[in-house]
């Protein structure tokens, strides 16, 4: 990371997260922790959260502030419960509005943060209210549910999965992995009631 726009092309980076330090590349960082990563893919800012999807640990990291210090730990995590667990969707076949698997693109529009939770073929949205350790998703877009993987391909979803043989179509994602651009995301907030209504809030 550079505390600001480097001035020329090599410039040295301030200071690395993910490792101990600039000299090394061990995946996460040797022991999964909140301050290690695997296959790191995306990231934005969401409000004054870094958000980071590690895709290779199956969850996205949460700082409250932009770090400062090399692997500074992050303050959370969304799609796993604790940092030393990281297998895909918390261990379990099907996934959750608190799992992920394999997140790659993600972005902020407003009070929501969008993933695309790829090898689960959907995006997922958190709103700032939930922002806490684990959090459940508050809507979708790709997915009859929160428990339905329903993998396509170019043409028919795969063999095997809910909606073997059907046709791929506007309400299906197969492996969302891009980069969201903000007014993707923006689109998405605006539109996610017609997709998927958020779930009712107890309080």
Partial sequence: MWHGVPAMNGCPADLVLGQRDFGLRDESGGVPALSSMRWPHGVTLW????????????????????????NQACERLL?????????????????SDATLRMPYGIAAAGDWLLAADTA?????????????????GRALIGQAGFATPRA?????????????????????????????????????VGLRRSWRRERPRHH
């Fill in 152 to 188: 396509t391909t170019a043409g028919r979803c795969r063999a095997g999965t809910a909606c073997a043989g059907r046709m791929a179509s506007r309400c299906r994602l197969g492996w969302p992995r891009s980069r969201i651009p903000a007014t993707t995301a923006c689109c998405y």
């Fill in 47 to 70: 409000g004054e959260r870094l958000s980071v999807t590690d895709a290779g640990n199956n969850r996205i990291m949460l700082w409250d502030a932009v770090p400062i210090r090399d």
């Fill in 79 to 95: 799609g796993q419960r604790v940092p030393a667990l990281v297998d895909h969707n918390q261990s379990l076949y099907w996934p």
């Fill in 120 to 136: 689960n073929s959907r995006l997922l949205a958190w709103h700032a209210d939930d922002a806490g350790q684990g959090a459940k």
